[in-house]
């Protein structure tokens, strides 16, 4: 059965030669051929929905080696954005935000020791090539006279346990004026009771 892509186009009495018909499947092809090519060079415009060789080609534009065997292509693309993106000035929050983006929200805190001249990373990251972007990251962004200082942070699980007991207190001092400093305790504790 002939694709009516091209057919539709021409006299009808062309649907009945078998030439014409074989012509039309070979250009309808050649057509949706040239039009995942088009949409290929559209997409490719764009970091977020470039192509395998389009992100190669920006990352050899900027000087990235990608190791395809541990990197995924989101990552890639994610690690080509953050180098577009880390131009001056830059800010605690600018950084911040970054590395939300790169990272994750809430898996990398930025923090500063402004004494000590420290600019303090603390992360939760378990795959070594978005913590090595974070390192050139924080290294490209951070002012010449602090020193970049990286934390691992482990997450984990916080139980805590409840319980509530009261305790009966015996003041042995009125505010009177009649009492001598140092002769008795403030106060006496008594027994504690477990309530919960």
Do not use: C
Not at 23 to 43: G, K, P, R, S, Y
Not at 145 to 164: A, P, W
Not at 167 to 173: E, H, L
Not at 185 to 191: E, N, V
Request: no cysteine; charged share 25%; glycine share 6%.
């Amino acid at each position: 059965m002939a694709d009516h892509r091209i057919l539709k186009h021409l006299p009808e009495f062309y649907g009945n030669i078998e030439d014409f018909v074989g012509l039309a499947v070979t250009e309808t092809i050649e057509l949706n051929l040239m039009e995942d090519a088009f949409n290929q060079l559209f997409d490719d415009q764009f970091v977020m929905t470039s192509g395998l060789q389009a992100i190669k080609r920006r990352e050899k534009m900027l000087g990235i080696q990608a190791d395809p065997t541990t990197e995924t292509l989101d990552f890639r693309r994610r690690r080509i954005l953050n180098r577009y993106q880390t131009k001056p000035p830059f800010t605690i929050r600018y950084l911040q935000q970054l590395l939300d983006i790169l990272v994750g929200r809430g898996k990398a805190i930025v923090s500063r020791d402004l004494k000590n001249h420290l600019l303090i990373v603390t992360a939760n990251i378990d795959n070594a090539a978005v913590f090595k972007e974070v390192g050139r990251t924080v290294e490209v962004i951070k002012p010449a006279n602090m020193i970049y200082r990286q934390q691992t942070s482990l997450e984990d699980v916080i139980e805590l346990d409840e319980h509530i007991s009261t305790q009966v207190i015996t003041w042995n001092y009125k505010l009177e004026g009649s009492w001598l400093l140092g002769e008795k305790s403030f106060s006496d504790l008594g027994q504690e009771v477990v309530v919960k």
